[in-house]
């Protein structure tokens, strides 16, 4: 029943919309600054009908600033595209295991899901936080199962969350239960065919429950709020009821008694005698049944009609299996399709409402009696020189009241423009010309040239304009929770400059909001790393919302780097500790192509395109780039020499390594120590004397060393000074988790904004406040030289991660 729309009887009291509450206030305001003089307040005094006019004029503002937000924003459509769905600003990607469950539920072919921590394979090891392995049911309906898998992958990277993974992605195969027993049905029954497809149905609804998903109406219609519906991820086929997603957990044992609940449910069911659950030869349960943990729960549908038997009073009914199957087939086929739902049914969407003309104004000359002469009436002709002279005297005083009001109602059609997302808006006082809207204005006006101007100098300045655009900016991410602090730090400007800067940050909160629906929803969410990794796509949440508030510019692009995606994997070649070891060339070959030469050696764990230097041999020494490569072999790119042929030599990548940048500091410079056969290492460190570190990327200091000597510019080391090698890499040698819910941010020092030192520390700030907590927080800043190598080794890593 639909409640009908009605103007209230009571008008709200201490509001603009009451006009009694109005006029009590402009009576007392009279007699606080003019008691003494202006003592009679009755309505006959022409200075108490003015005030009767203004309040009217008042209540008609406040009334159309209590209208329903579709009749302010009226037809503008722009201004509707700037109000977020519920599906859009409410759901978010996903963050707990339900969220995962419900992703990978809503791919077809999948019937359930389950995500399980990954746990260490054998005593001593420790799997890194954040890894985890998928468990998937498939519906009757798969027959592709490896196609199922990948499509697994996909969606479940393309939702990945900061600092986790998915190691494993495991279809269980199905078992096949049987069921034996008795069946009595009804004398009643029309069509036992039916009766046996529905007891069959509900027997592996038990065993292999279906995921229901709902439209948004369904839901509402349950008593569900909009903000418990839209919070999780959005899918495809509908929302998943979470209370119904924690029943349907992993089914490890059976019960019969279950089982006859079910059976006894189905219309026309009236014993059920001796059942027995099994799933082969002689392992038959009568009450509970145990499941092998690493399958599926499925029933064997022939088997099960072969052994069951059923009765009506005591005579046993011969079936026809196959319409049985048939149907049995049909009711299973309903519950595991899903259907794509229409944007309506999974979002509620705002229709464009009416253009109400919100910002036009009536004078509040127009309403005053007749005997004032003003307004539409006017004064008759016969009137005298003097009516008509203070009839224009009082349409000038008026005029300012008119022109006050006037600019309000402009203040409030524009609305959408003060409160919407378009950067390059700095007025934010609106006026609005009396002209034609005030009877006889133009008999008062000095002239139409000079009122124009008086309304254009009302608008305020530049300057104004901005201060007032960044605080209405401020009110819209207030409503979402936000702040936007300011990144003009540093030397103070002023002039052209400082607005330019107050510009610069008005577009920034614009881009912020405009951006806001995926920076709230995927501020934790991971980069897709099975496609490339852009910085205009796809890069992480965090990163996003990291660039958005700090106003990042092309040229002040930086690096986060996940340390949960720099884990070994089974299959990689080398290691942190590994990567620069020296191997030894035991002979060079002339290759099939003139342009190469073939390095042969014991083993090797280079690819093609890696850097490496050769040392030992007169005739290869040198860089050179990797062309090809066989298990004991590998081709560099030059010119195979005879005088080389018998030679040995010694070869060492040069190539950067993401881990080497990340989990290893900077040595400053090498240096010749007064202790012979010593070399000073200059670094700020925290060694101490013993300590056990390992160098890389200088080939006459690559590998273990100890701490002999410790100051406050560097450490020593027992190895004799090499003039060769000015600098390297080290890293202390002690257990401990690298990769575990840790992130690295690598910011260009010598670029942009970020030279100044104030500024540096503002970007270390925001990081760390936009940073999730229970992530540790890596900040390097690196020399224009150190980007220049670490962003190939990014690049180099991003490019084999999306292989594996």
Same mark, same amino acid.
């Not at 405009?514 to 990794?533: E, L």
């Not at 620069?580 to 190469?596: L, R």
């Given at each position: ?127 890194? #936080? ?243 002469? /003003? ?93 007032? #655009? ?75 919302? /990291? ?162 000597? /410790? ?79 670490? #962003? ?13």
């Amino acid at each position: 029943m639909s409640i009908p729309v009605t103007i209230p009887k009571e008008v709200p009291k201490d509001s603009a919309l009451s006009y009694d509450f109005l006029r009590s206030e402009g009576i007392k305001t009279i007699q606080r600054l003019a008691g003494d003089s202006w003592t009679d307040h009755n309505t006959h005094d022409p200075g108490i009908t003015i005030m009767e006019q203004l309040c009217y004029a008042i209540t008609d503002l406040a009334y159309r600033l209590d209208y329903d937000i579709k009749d302010i924003l009226g037809n503008n459509v722009a201004a509707y595209n700037e109000l977020y769905s519920p599906a859009t600003i409410l759901t978010n990607n996903p963050v707990t295991w339900s969220d995962l469950r419900k992703v990978v539920i809503d791919i077809k072919g999948v019937k359930n899901a389950w995500i399980e921590k990954i746990i260490a394979e054998s005593e001593g090891q420790v799997a890194p #936080k954040g890894l985890y392995q998928v468990i998937v049911e498939k519906d009757d309906l798969v027959t592709a199962e490896r196609d199922l898998k990948q499509t697994i992958k996909e969606r479940l990277s393309a939702n990945r969350q900061l600092c986790e993974d998915f190691e494993e992605i495991r279809v269980f195969d199905k078992q096949r239960i049987q069921l034996t027993g008795t069946i009595e049905i009804s004398d009643q029954t029309d069509d036992i065919h039916a009766v046996v497809a529905d007891i069959l149905y509900q027997i592996q609804t038990n065993l292999s429950p279906a995921i229901r998903f709902y439209t948004l109406q369904e839901l509402l219609n349950h008593g569900k709020r909009i903000d418990e519906i839209f919070d999780g991820p959005v899918l495809e086929h509908g929302f998943i009821n979470n209370e119904e997603l924690e029943r349907h957990d992993r089914k490890l044992e059976i019960h019969a008694s279950d089982l006859i609940k079910e059976m006894m449910d189905v219309r026309g069911v009236v014993t059920v005698q001796e059942l027995l659950v099994q799933s082969g030869i002689n392992d038959g349960k009568n009450w509970v049944y145990y499941l092998d943990p690493t399958k599926t729960p499925t029933l064997n549908v022939q088997d099960t009609l072969q052994s069951l038997q059923f009765t009506i009073q005591g005579l046993k009914v011969a079936l026809n299996t196959n319409q049985v199957t048939h149907l049995y087939h049909q009711k299973l086929l309903a519950s595991v399709t899903k259907k794509e739902l229409s944007l309506t049914e999974k979002d509620i969407l705002l229709s464009v409402g009416k253009d109400r003309k919100i910002g036009s104004y009536y004078s509040l000359q127009n309403l005053f009696p007749i005997n004032y002469g /003003i307004g539409t009436s006017g004064l008759p002709n016969s009137a005298t020189v003097q009516r008509k002279a203070q009839s224009r005297q009082l349409i000038a005083y008026l005029t300012l009241f008119d022109q006050l009001l006037a600019n309000h109602f402009a203040q409030l059609g524009d609305v959408h423009k003060l409160l919407g997302l378009d950067s390059s808006m700095d007025t934010t006082y609106v006026t609005q010309s009396l002209a034609g809207v005030v009877p006889g204005l133009e008999e008062v006006l000095v002239s139409k040239e000079g009122y124009q101007n008086y309304l254009n100098a009302t608008e305020e300045q530049v300057a104004q304009g901005i201060q007032r #655009k960044n605080k209405f900016l401020n009110h819209l991410l207030a409503r979402f929770g936000e702040t936007f602090k300011t990144y003009t730090l540093g030397d103070q400007k002023e002039g052209n400059e400082a607005v330019v800067d107050r510009q610069k940050l008005i577009e920034d909160k614009v881009r912020f909001l405009q951006a806001y629906p995926v920076v709230s929803a995927d501020r934790s969410k991971g980069f897709d790393y099975r496609k490339p990794y852009t910085k205009d796509d796809n890069f992480s949440g965090l990163e996003k919302r /990291i660039a958005l508030k700090l106003g990042v510019e092309k040229d002040e692009q930086f690096y986060m780097v996940e340390h949960l995606l720099l884990r070994p994997y089974a299959n990689d070649a080398t290691t942190f500790e590994n990567y620069y070891e020296i191997g030894e060339i035991v002979a060079f070959e002339a290759s099939d192509v003139s342009t190469t030469t073939i390095c042969i050696v014991d083993t090797h764990n280079l690819t093609e395109g890696e850097q490496i230097r050769i040392t030992q041999n007169e005739t290869y020494n040198g860089t050179y780039t990797v062309q090809k490569v066989s298990a004991t072999s590998f081709e560099i790119d030059i010119p195979f020499e005879v005088a080389g042929t018998n030679g040995t030599a010694n070869w060492q990548r040069i190539q950067p390594n993401l881990r080497h940048h990340l989990f290893s500091n900077p040595i400053v410079s090498l240096e010749t120590s007064p202790n012979a056969g010593h070399t000073f290492c200059n670094v700020s460190h925290t060694l101490k004397i013993g300590d056990l570190i390992t160098i890389g990327g200088a080939q006459g200091y690559d590998g273990t060393h100890r701490v002999t000597n /410790i100051t406050d510019q560097g450490f020593e080391i027992e190895v004799p000074f090499d003039q060769n090698f000015t600098t390297a890499r080290y890293h202390k040698n002690e257990v401990k988790d690298r990769y575990s819910l840790q992130l690295s941010f690598v910011f260009p020092e010598e670029v942009g904004r970020y030279q100044d030192p104030v500024f540096q520390n503002f970007v270390e700030n925001m990081v760390r406040e936009e940073t999730p907590v229970h992530f540790t927080t890596h900040i390097y800043w690196a020399t224009q030289q150190e980007i220049t190598s670490f #962003k190939k080794a990014h690049e180099d890593f991003m490019a084999s991660i999306q292989q594996r």
